[in-house]
């Protein structure tokens, strides 16, 4: 019968009849050793550690303190601002060797292949040019892949990454030397092998990196660069300069400092003040200035003359003067705009949706399998890539005229910046004189040239041409973001766009008889909108859209539109960024919580099992703990052992307080008989009879709450002063769950430091006579700490005792167990907490929250506890 049972709930998954298991908890599931088989649940992982943004402020930091006066805080404040100053300065160089080299080789790769496809169009020998194609494109794009083989954190446009960084949330290898190395020269292969990626993104990433590994004047994977530095050795002040970093990173790419400055703080940073700010746009303008600098004078000859603001110049938009008509845009295009960015977000939605898909196929079937297999697959998309792409531009473009501006130039059309651009030419492949190959000019050029001639080019394109372009563009892109290359998003995103935007502006021109239409601004307003469907940002991309053309009068209709844009593309799904956050399980934490969620309080998410240390511990149970655990900072605790019930027996009145006083002060070893107990109220039929303490039993030994035992710890929490003094099987959930008065918070970190350099004294002696570290001591090796493992125990004494009290956080933030979940996540976000204590009326810690504590995903299964126990 349960066979039968078994089998009908596999065949009837979906159906009413087990309908009870998609009302289990994550939480039940994997007490039951099953799995969500839903493919959009994808639960945050507990791997992942974060970031300590919080001061401790302890002895060795009070020390500093008392040493600080108004001369050391001005000295301390300069030497932020020439850091900020050198990260722009680094992240613009950085922004010019990327331009420099990808310019080089592409101009290279389609040199030969145009002279080649020019001779061989008389021979018939266009095999052979295809051939040269895919060589230079496959070599490229061999390399890219072979970097992020080395360095894999270096794949993809790393916007992503740094989000959860900022966010406070601690990614392996994310700001190493060895990622900026591996972004820095696999985001050129990548460009310059054809693939469908922006280098945008990346230096977004690589600004981040320079912005975390500058101030730290040290690198990891260059071990014999150290120098005695002493200043920003926290993880604290390491974030603000990665948030300046990636702020200038946007700012190179696009030439818009401001527009930097605020994808900083509406993309990036969890965290915020005013002095941030002003650093920030420092840095921003820094890096557009020096990178303006040096490509101003490498490309004209003209130093001093800042030209050319970002790698990506979306030129100056101006009607024809012979067009008297024209407009750049009216307010009876604002409601084209509004519908463009509807349908731009329903583009953006789409691209994520297919995107997402083709994510977890590559994570369920390309990663497991040997890395080979990843290079193979983007040697594949860059083969299907350029076979496309040249096939198109051959067989599917169509010979428009030539207009007289295109041939001779114009003050806005910025083609021909020199005679040996060849970024900036238009095709005539198979077309004769005065014509010229439109969808050719689209694939055969750089992205950046191709948005310029959707932007500027006066000539027509076919709407046949258009349309295929976007079909084939839009594919060949969702397909190549994810990949094993560096690829950013933005310049295939705003291509992609501005094709949509052209080809309405063609359908409004030509069939409806809208003569006073400018083409260019509707294909900025297709960029934008399928742009902004994609990202979904609102506030920066606005101002880094209008710093990119330099026009102002555009900010309405842009800002109207990536709006639209926004709110059509969040009705289904979220943004690209968070979809890939999403997928690699990083506890992310968003704005602000959902209305219902106020429902719950501190003490329904925190977690009552603690792991804890005693002001006065033995190095042995020290070991034990750091050892046995994961956790990254620990409470330091005395036992509350009150005689209550003495006072109870005398007085009516006391012993009425007293009663009060219990019953209204949550203790830990209530609260998980509690939650032993709510999880009876479930439907499942099998955790009923899993909880029922009544059920009858043949086997007596059976009687006991299944449940509660494989929620309980199989490893003991209490660092006993005694080793030989370990919890019984036997004790009741009062003496196991007793009261803790709570006196601080030392981290991880903290304990291991204070055992590599044998910071303890023995039972004999006193406290007093325990060596004091101070503060740089203690930060020397941040941002590596010595692990526990490697430990050598033989140099340690078990019996030694460490007095961790002056080391600790004596005033963490707390909170009450009644405090409500969106206090608390505004507490824990604004503050860039890690650790969360709950403490209740009487100083006793009854349970710790964590950033994974207040999670969406943890939150909607406590929320679902509530409701079944209500």
Request: aromatic share 10%; net charge neutral; proline share 5%.
């Amino acid at each position: 019968m349960a066979g039968c049972r078994g089998s009908l709930c596999c065949c009837c998954r979906w159906c009413c009849c087990c309908g009870d298991r998609e009302t289990r908890t994550p939480e039940e599931l994997t007490i039951l050793g099953e799995t969500q088989e839903e493919e959009d649940e994808i639960l945050p992982r507990k791997d992942y550690e974060s970031l300590d943004y919080d001061r401790c402020i302890n002895d060795p930091y009070l020390e500093v303190l008392e040493t600080m006066d108004n001369k050391k805080g001005r000295k301390y404040e300069a030497v932020k601002w020439m850091m900020v100053f050198a990260i722009g300065v680094c992240t613009g160089l950085v922004g010019l060797f990327v331009d420099f080299f990808a310019r080089l080789f592409t101009q290279l790769k389609f040199g030969v292949v145009q002279a080649s496809v020019e001779e061989c169009s008389q021979k018939g020998c266009l095999a052979l040019s295809l051939l040269e194609l895919l060589g230079f494109n496959l070599t490229f794009v061999f390399f890219a892949s072979l970097l992020v083989l080395i360095e894999p954190v270096a794949a993809g446009s790393g916007i992503p990454e740094i989000k959860c960084y900022l966010n406070g949330v601690k990614v392996p290898g994310i700001v190493r030397l060895r990622t900026l190395l591996c972004k820095v020269f696999g985001v050129l292969f990548s460009v310059a092998g054809g693939l469908f990626v922006g280098k945008e993104g990346p230096m977004i990433h690589s600004g981040a990196v320079v912005g975390a590994g500058l101030p730290q004047f040290q690198s990891i994977s260059l071990r014999k660069i150290q120098f005695n530095f002493p200043y920003f050795r926290s993880d604290r002040d390491k974030r603000d300069f990665v948030s300046a970093g990636a702020a200038a990173g946007v700012a190179a790419a696009f030439g818009a400092p401001i527009g930097g400055t605020l994808f900083s703080l509406e993309e990036g940073s969890s965290f915020w003040n005013q002095g941030l700010t002003w650093r920030v746009l420092f840095c921003s303008m820094s890096a557009t200035f020096t990178l303006n600098f040096f490509r101003s004078g490498i490309q004209f000859g003209s130093w001093g003359s800042f030209q050319l603001p970002g790698l990506l110049n979306f030129g100056e938009f101006k009607c024809s003067d012979s067009d008297k008509k024209c407009h750049l845009w009216t307010a009876m295009d604002l409601g084209f705009f509004i519908a463009m960015g509807v349908i731009g977000g329903l583009l953006g939605a789409t691209f994520n949706c297919l995107n997402k898909r083709l994510a977890k196929y590559r994570m369920r079937n390309v990663h497991p399998k040997p890395k080979l297999v990843r290079v193979l697959e983007s040697l594949l998309v860059s083969l299907v890539t350029t076979v496309v792409v040249f096939v198109a531009s051959m067989v599917l473009g169509e010979c428009r005229q030539v207009t007289s501006a295109a041939q001779v130039g114009n003050d806005s059309i910025p083609l021909q910046v020199t005679s040996e651009d060849v970024n900036s030419s238009i095709k005539t492949f198979f077309c004769p004189n005065e014509t010229y190959n439109d969808m050719a000019t689209l694939f055969f050029n750089p992205q950046e040239s191709a948005i310029l001639q959707l932007f500027h080019q006066d000539s027509t394109f076919s709407p046949v041409t258009l349309a295929l372009f976007f079909i084939l563009y839009f594919s060949l892109a969702c397909w190549t973001y994810g990949i094993s290359v560096p690829s950013g998003l933005f310049v295939p995103s705003l291509l992609c766009g501005a094709a949509f935007g052209r080809l309405v502006a063609n359908v409004l021109k030509s069939y409806i008889g809208l003569g006073h239409i400018y083409s260019g601004t509707f294909a900025l307003i297709g960029a934008a909108a399928f742009l902004g469907g994609v990202v979904r940002m609102t506030i920066s991309l606005t101002v880094i859209l209008i710093e990119s053309t330099n026009e102002i009068t555009y900010g309405l209709p842009l800002m109207i539109t990536l709006m639209v844009a926004k709110w059509t593309g969040d009705f289904f799904n979220k943004g690209i960024y968070d979809i890939h956050v999403g997928l690699r399980g990083v506890p992310l934490l968003e704005w602000e919580t959902e209305v219902e969620m106020d429902k719950l309080r501190a003490s329904d998410i925190m977690e009552p099992n603690l792991t804890y240390v005693y002001p006065h511990t033995r190095i042995q149970s020290l070991v034990s703990i750091l050892r046995t655990t994961v956790h990254h900072a620990f409470p330091v605790v005395t036992e509350n052992r009150g005689n209550e019930r003495e006072f109870m027996k005398g007085n009516q009145l006391i012993s009425n307080n007293i009663k009060f006083k219990k019953s209204s002060i949550l203790t830990r070893a209530g609260e998980q008989r509690r939650r032993s107990q709510s999880m009876k109220s479930y439907p499942s039929s099998e955790l009923r009879n899993m909880c029922d303490e009544h059920v009858t039993s043949e086997e007596p030994g059976e009687k006991e709450d299944l449940l509660q035992q494989m929620l309980e710890r199989r490893y003991t929490p209490y660092p006993n002063l005694y080793p030989d003094q370990s919890p019984s099987e036997d004790w009741t959930m009062e003496e196991r769950f007793r009261p803790l008065t709570f006196h601080g918070l030392v981290l991880r970190s903290q304990l291991v430091t204070l055992l590599v350099r044998g910071v303890c004294y023995s039972e004999s002696q006193s406290s007093a006579s325990q060596p004091r570290l101070s503060y740089a001591e203690m930060a020397e090796d941040y941002p590596r700490y010595p692990d526990i493992h490697d430990l050598d125990l033989t140099l340690l004494n078990p019996r030694m005792i460490v007095d961790v009290t002056p080391y600790m956080n004596p005033a963490p933030f707390t909170v009450s167990p009644n405090t409500h979940v969106s206090q608390v996540f505004t507490l824990f976000r604004t503050m860039g907490l890690r650790h969360l204590p709950v403490v209740n009326a009487v100083g006793e810690i009854v349970g710790v929250i964590t950033r994974h504590n207040l999670t969406h995903e943890f939150l909607q299964a406590r929320l679902r506890q509530h409701y079944q126990t209500l």
